[in-house]
């Protein structure tokens, strides 16, 4: 059924040694439209240099892609492994100048940094030098995270985008509160199940429902986990069973079931 949207452009920056990263991020902003476009009226259009710019002469590289992509951007993702990528003659690369140019501008700038192990014959120690270099001239700005693979960069990055999509408008901005809420999401694996686990028996009632061929629902008093569930990309919904709940892919089940403290087993609807 056809829906009314705001589209949001997205680029996906990056030097040439994440090709992998790139994909994941295109990817996991996919997955979030399939689950929150239409109930939030927002799509996140992935936008990379390769696909939205065309050879044109007059200027340097990097300012023809800037003015053909980078500047109607709405938000940024970035990701990085060994390298900075290559000079413009303005900046050390053509990421960072992409990157200085949004947060100039206080549009969102989310950064991530692989830490992947990676043949040490094969590493630019100069690249790799710049890279530090430059995650400490802005470790305070935007949000900013590790990841250890692929995958776990899409599965940071949809809480991520979850978060920061809550605050977008005409001009939008990633403020203090946005990136300490993205902090804690990551840490939620971390440090929520380990509270969780030490009930001994649940006063709440939660379980988990089998909603749909792809969808399963949280049954139950989930008010204390409602900044966590949120962050993990799930929606609000009134159920098609009756009240109110959380629904999420069936993917995300493992997931919020270790979150909850509750088995990774769905019921059926009462």
Wanted: proline share 4%.
């Amino acid at each position: 059924m056809p829906y009314s949207a705001t589209v949001f452009s997205v680029l996906i920056a990056s030097p040439s040694d994440v090709n992998d990263e790139r994909k994941a991020i295109a990817d996991a902003l996919h997955e979030w439209n399939s689950l929150n476009s239409q109930v939030t009226g927002h799509v996140l259009l992935p936008v990379m240099w390769e696909s939205h710019s065309a050879p044109a002469m007059g200027d340097r590289p990097q300012e023809i892609i800037n003015k053909q992509v980078v500047r109607d951007c709405d938000m940024l993702i970035g990701a990085f492994w060994t390298r900075l990528g290559s000079p413009t003659g303005v900046e050390e690369s053509g990421t960072v100048e992409e990157i200085r140019s949004f947060l100039k501008q206080n549009k969102p700038v989310m950064l991530y940094y692989s830490k992947q192990q990676v043949d040490l014959d094969r590493i630019d120690t100069a690249q790799l030098e710049k890279l530090k270099q430059f995650k400490v001239s802005i470790r305070d700005k935007g949000i900013q995270a590790d990841y250890s693979s692929p995958q776990e960069l899409k599965q940071v990055l949809l809480r991520h985008v979850t978060i920061v999509m809550r605050d977008m408008s005409v001009a939008p901005k990633v403020d203090a509160r946005t990136v300490r809420a993205a902090k804690a999401s990551v840490d939620v694996d971390e440090e929520l199940p380990v509270a969780v686990a030490k009930k001994t028996k649940r006063d709440d009632g939660i379980r988990l429902e089998d909603y749909s061929e792809k969808a399963f629902a949280i049954r139950g008093d989930s008010t204390s986990f409602m900044d966590q569930l949120r962050a993990m990309n799930g929606r609000w919904i009134p159920l098609k069973t009756g009240g109110k709940g959380w629904v999420f892919s069936k993917r995300r089940l493992e997931d919020v079931a270790k979150l909850l403290g509750v088995k990774a087993e769905l019921v059926a609807p009462d």
